[in-house]
């Protein structure tokens, strides 16, 4: 495989709009441990290679352990993921998955013990984010693998 083209090669305002929509979501009160889950969650079922090198990465990196990581393809299976995660991570699927018609009342339900309105917009913002990187990643073909950890949040 052989990347197609880099990021410095796209309109800058591109990117400048992406990282900004970052620092954002870094400031918006949710916890940088679950903000990781999301990225790793919605990275595995976009299948986006470099995205699981990186939050792999950042989240070994910020404390999260490998047992959680190998585990999240199955978070609904393991005992490991506290109910606020399950909550968040329920719509990070709902939202990811494209054959996913909508976001049912059991999700916003449960979403609601755990966050605030505030908090399940950035959460939807969240998803929103790592599914365009992502798909930016997938069209480039961004070669995995070369990421050190905290290099995303110092762009």
């Known amino acids: ?15 400048s709009t992406m990282f900004n929509m ?11 441990s679950l903000r990781e889950l999301i990225k790793y969650r919605a990275s595995q079922i ?12 950042d989240a070994i990196a910020n404390g999260e352990t490998p047992q959680r990581l190998h585990s999240l393809i199955a978070w609904r299976d393991c005992p490991y993921y ?17 054959n996913q018609q909508e976001v049912g009342d059991d999700i916003y339900n449960e979403l609601l013990k755990h966050f605030t309105k505030n908090d399940i917009a950035n959460l939807a ?20 693998g070369n990421y050190k950890p905290g290099a995303y949040q110092a762009a």
């Open 82 to 98: 506290t109910d606020k995660e399950r909550a968040a991570l329920a719509l990070t699927d709902a939202l990811t998955n494209a």
């Open 22 to 32: 970052s620092n954002y979501l870094q400031n918006a009160g949710l916890e940088p």
């Open 125 to 144: 913002l969240a998803v929103g984010e790592i599914n365009v990187w992502n798909r930016l990643n997938k069209i480039f073909k961004t070669t995995p």
């Open 46 to 57: 976009n299948h986006c290679a470099p995205c699981l090198d990186m939050h792999w990465k």
């Open 1 to 15: 495989m052989s990347q197609r083209f880099a990021f410095n090669e796209i309109p800058q305002q591109l990117l």
